[in-house]
């Protein structure tokens, strides 16, 4: 009776799913713990409307609680007697399999049914454990979409591999289209299967350790990075602090200097100013007295003063003194500005060589038909024969050039290029959308940033052409491309020397740029290497 009684649930509590404690019935018939009860309508007390959590009807005002008595004791007498219910369920949630069984609001299935094809809840699964035909029944840990267990074509269980067609039938199929296919029982495939799985997953495991290592070294790595990179950071700042301290100095000891020889000049003219004052003074009481003398009409008094006024001004009264009005320091100045140019040149050029550095290949779909280019892309020289490629959209067909295969759409590039002997070439960099057919004018408006080598004379190909003066002929070009700042600057490698540079260039943002070269030269490669290159391999 018990057992009865408790499947219908009546003793057991919807809201914590278990035996009735200290149970109460509430206006509409439902009872609840106390406890549960009470703490379900105190959560909404600040409405002044409560409900029932099975029926939702409501009650208002507040229905007091009493204590059910004969359910209470009948719970008690449940208890005494040995009836132990079984765990509470739970509820379905999102995801859960439902019991097919529940009505109303359905419990989580824990179980499925191969046979019945059919989930079911801890309650409902029990006659698989106790009736003796439903024993047979092949039961599975709860999962949904039954229906893909099934055959589609004779709605059986699929039980059977066909190793033929990597697939799995049901035992009327192995009669059927499958009838001369290797087949085996869908356990024994799985054992061997899992043989596969279990190696595989060690292989994984292998892989993941190696990975892991991997990631570790790139973590101490990056460590060791940032260390020497704050090592570094402080040395530069202790460098710079000092230079321009050094360099306070020297503006302080310049300006104390020009103070000093100002004071010496000044007060040599104001002494000199000074002297001029009281000997005009004195010319100009002696003119008076000849002016009064030239006026007497005492004869006597006339001849007896002229000798003494009109004697003439002694020898050597008026020095002449130069006074220096320029005070230059054109030497300091011309030392502190070439100080300046050395230390921004220097910078820049160091600077260049911490840049990111780019292997850079040639691309043979952009190469003229007669430029003959290294297997590698590392080389290209201009031949006679026309060669029989292709003409795509990407090659040059009116001009003997050939792009770069990367191109570059962020960052601080930089590659070098030796030239050597090579008596005409044209180095620089290319917009994407810049013409490649026929020929066009090679500028920056059409595109183009590059410099040129000709006939012993070296121009920045510009509207109209800069010409560059250089001391020396370049062996070793030194590309630098800025993408974010629009520049593009150029360096002989050997001299570690500035050649020229082109700023503001203009060009779609995203929009890549592609190492560009031109060559007519039929004797010596142009010759890509890194900025720390081992000897030139023939092989390039």
């Given at each position: 009776m ?11 509590c919807?809201?914590c799913l278990?035996?009735l ?6 206006p ?5 713990c106390?406890g ?14 409560y409900?029932?959590p ?21 719970v008690?007498?449940?208890?005494k007697t040995g009836?132990?219910?079984?765990p509470?369920?739970?509820y379905a949630?999102?995801g859960?399999?439902?019991c ?9 299935a824990?179980k499925?049914?191969?046979t ?9 699964i029990?006659?698989?454990?106790e ?6 029944h092949?039961?599975i840990?709860?999962?949904g ?11 059986k ?12 039938i049901?035992?009327l199929?192995t ?6 296919h290797d087949?085996v029982s ?8 899992h ?8 292989e ?13 070294k ?6 060791s990075?940032?260390?020497s990179?704050c090592i570094?950071?402080?040395?530069s700042?202790?460098i ?8 306070k ?5 310049v ?6 020889n100002?004071k010496?000049?000044?007060?040599q ?6 002297k001029?004052e009281q000997?005009i003074?004195?010319?100009r009481?002696?003119?008076t ?6 006026e007497?009409?005492?004869?006597i ?20 003194i130069?006074v220096?009005t ?17 230390i921004?040149?220097?910078c820049?050029r160091?600077l ?6 780019v292997?850079?290949t ?5 190469a003229?038909?007669t430029?003959?280019?290294s ?6 020289r ?17 001009w003997?050039?050939?792009?770069g ?17 090579n008596t ?7 917009r994407?959308?810049a013409?490649?057919k026929g ?7 059409q595109g183009?940033w590059t410099?040129?080598?000709c ?6 190909v ?7 003066s ?5 062996q070793?070009?030194g590309?630098?491309?800025?993408y974010e700042e629009?520049q ?11 050649i020229y540079?082109?700023?503001?260039m203009e060009?779609?943002?995203n929009?890549?740029?592609y ?8 004797d010596t490669?142009?010759?890509l ?8 391999s023939?092989?390039?």
């Amino acid at each position: 009776m018990a057992s009865n009684l408790w499947s219908e649930d009546q003793f057991r509590c919807s809201v914590c799913l278990d035996l009735l404690k200290d149970p109460v019935a509430i206006p509409c018939g439902h009872s609840y713990c106390i406890g549960c009860i009470k703490n379900c309508w105190d959560q909404t007390d600040h409405t002044g409307v409560y409900s029932c959590p099975q029926c939702r009807e409501t009650f208002t005002p507040r229905p007091i609680l009493r204590r059910n008595t004969m359910l209470a004791e009948v719970v008690e007498k449940l208890k005494k007697t040995g009836f132990n219910p079984p765990p509470a369920q739970s509820y379905a949630g999102p995801g859960d399999v439902l019991c097919d069984f529940c009505t109303g609001r359905k419990f989580k299935a824990v179980k499925s049914c191969l046979t019945c094809l059919a989930s079911y809840c801890e309650t409902h699964i029990k006659p698989h454990s106790e009736v003796t035909p439903l024993k047979r029944h092949k039961l599975i840990n709860a999962t949904g979409n039954l229906e893909q267990k099934l055959c589609t074509e004779h709605q059986k269980v699929l039980e059977v591999f066909c190793r033929t067609d990597q697939t799995c039938i049901c035992m009327l199929c192995t009669q059927d289209e499958h009838k001369s296919h290797d087949t085996v029982s869908a356990k024994k495939e799985r054992t061997e299967k899992h043989k596969q799985l279990g190696e595989i997953q060690t292989e994984i495991q292998q892989r993941i350790q190696e990975k892991l290592k991997e990631v570790e070294k790139l973590k101490q790595a990056v460590e060791s990075l940032k260390r020497s990179a704050c090592i570094e950071i402080k040395e530069s700042e202790k460098i710079f602090t000092e230079l321009i301290r050094s360099i306070k100095k020297i503006q302080t000891d310049v300006i104390e200097l020009i103070g000093a020889n100002e004071k010496a000049a000044v007060n040599q003219a104001e002494g000199r100013m000074k002297k001029l004052e009281q000997e005009i003074a004195e010319l100009r009481r002696r003119n008076t007295a000849l002016k009064q003398l030239s006026e007497t009409e005492d004869h006597i008094h006339f001849l007896q003063n002229f000798q003494s006024l009109c004697a003439p001004p002694e020898a050597g009264d008026l020095p002449s003194i130069s006074v220096n009005t320029d005070i230059s320091f054109g030497a300091v100045r011309k030392a502190l500005s070439e100080l300046k140019h050395f230390i921004e040149d220097f910078c820049k050029r160091e600077l260049v060589q911490i840049t990111s550095t780019v292997d850079v290949t040639l691309d043979p779909d952009t190469a003229y038909p007669t430029l003959i280019l290294s297997a590698k892309g590392k080389k290209v020289r201009w031949g006679v024969t026309r060669q029989n490629v292709p003409d795509n959209p990407k090659r040059f067909n009116g001009w003997s050039c050939v792009l770069g295969r990367e191109g570059f759409t962020s960052g601080r590039r930089y590659w070098q290029v030796l030239v050597g002997g090579n008596t005409g070439w044209v180095l620089g960099v290319s917009r994407e959308s810049a013409p490649r057919k026929g020929r066009f004018s090679m500028t920056p408006q059409q595109g183009y940033w590059t410099v040129r080598m000709c006939g012993g004379e070296f121009t920045a190909v510009t509207d109209p052409e800069t010409p560059v003066s250089l001391r020396l002929k370049p062996q070793k070009l030194g590309v630098y491309l800025d993408y974010e700042e629009g520049q593009l600057s150029f360096y002989n490698v050997e001299s570690r020397s500035h050649i020229y540079s082109f700023t503001d260039m203009e060009f779609n943002p995203n929009e890549k740029l592609y190492p560009f070269f031109w060559t007519w030269d039929s004797d010596t490669d142009l010759v890509l290497e890194s900025p720390d290159p081992d000897p030139v391999s023939t092989a390039n």
